[in-house]
């Protein structure tokens, strides 16, 4: 198929050069020439402007994936496409927006023919090779459309002991990715995912601060120990219940620096924890572990635990995310 890609960072080179691997034509725009001339090179067609993004793009109905910062950014970039493409034309949002916003833009572009599709992408860096899990939403004739392009960026089964009961043809969630529900729906459940991940990295995050302190002068002698946590972490990959990606990370990350002393324990949030909250509180239901979660990257802004340092070890293995004392780093 023939995609437009829109945002040439982290993810969204990495997701073009996924897409040419397996024949798909992309045409690329950033607002930075260096990413366009990258990804030329690797045999993209790279437009200067989005006006010429979308008139490079031949085959109908046209497909443009956005995949950039939510906020104001993806805002006016989805608004100047919609002024540029055509009845029956497909806008694909693959970054982070809120899924009210998604609910608001659909109907906007329902209105002009043109459809639109939310996809929560999770991946970080690691995507060109490991491939990405997808949670779409959007109409179901449209995400149809589009199957190869998920189906190529998806991991695949791959070497995931399938679950008991899963016979036959492997299906679309089994291959890492879903048509969620209408428009919204990928990004909601992608929020919620993003949630559950805070809550999973802050109980991996305190654990090694406990682990770290074992030898803490305010303990008695008798009971201090000075423990591996490089070896623990990499014990515990290895037929553990605690076993996971996230914890694969936090292994790299102790095997080069115990001490992670290239990081200031400063944890940004990127938006999706925030949001996961207000609609525990809109459906009143509790989500204790999730929200102080969250409030502990508040608190890691003014004073900086062991613990803070790996789950900032943690957001930068898998997202790239580099912390400054300002907030810096792209949200994932």
Not at 170 to 193: D, N
Request: net charge negative; glycine share 12%; charged share 25%.
């Amino acid at each position: 198929m023939q995609l437009g890609l829109i945002g040439l960072g982290h993810m969204g080179g990495n997701i073009a050069r996924r897409l040419m691997r397996a024949g798909h034509k992309c045409v690329v725009f950033d607002a930075k020439p260096e990413p366009r001339a990258a990804l030329a090179k690797d045999g993209a067609s790279a437009a200067d402007s989005l006006e010429t993004l979308v008139k490079g793009l031949t085959e109908k109905p046209r497909a443009v994936w956005v995949m950039l910062p939510a906020g104001k950014i993806t805002e006016d970039t989805v608004q100047r496409l919609a002024g540029m493409m055509e009845k029956g034309d497909i806008i694909i949002d693959g970054g982070n927006s809120y899924y009210k916003d998604d609910l608001r833009r659909s109907k906007e572009l329902e209105a002009k023919g043109i459809h639109y599709v939310d996809v929560g992408t999770s991946g970080g860096v690691w995507g060109l090779d490991r491939g990405y899990c997808m949670m779409i939403g959007g109409p179901k004739d449209a995400v149809r459309h589009l199957d190869p392009i998920f189906g190529t960026l998806a991991p695949g089964i791959g070497e995931v002991e399938r679950t008991p009961g899963r016979d036959g043809e492997p299906s679309q969630a089994e291959r890492g990715y879903i048509h969620a529900g209408p428009a919204g729906a990928g990004h909601f459940v992608k929020m919620i995912h993003n949630g559950i991940e805070y809550g999973m990295m802050q109980a991996f995050a305190e654990g090694f601060d406990i682990l770290r302190n074992k030898n803490s002068t305010n303990l008695p002698e008798a009971e201090r120990m000075d423990l591996n946590l490089a070896d623990i972490s990499e014990v515990w990959r290895r037929g553990s219940v605690v076993s996971s990606w996230l914890l694969d990370l936090t292994a790299a990350a102790l095997h080069k620096d115990q001490a992670l002393s290239s990081f200031s324990g400063f944890v940004q949030d990127s938006g999706e924890g925030r949001w996961t909250i207000e609609a525990a509180i809109e459906e009143a239901v509790p989500a204790d572990v999730l929200s102080a979660s969250l409030y502990a990257r508040f608190r890691s802004r003014q004073e900086h635990t062991f613990g803070e340092k790996v789950l900032s070890a943690m957001r930068f293995a898998f997202g790239g995310h580099v912390e400054t004392p300002k907030g810096g780093g792209a949200p994932r």
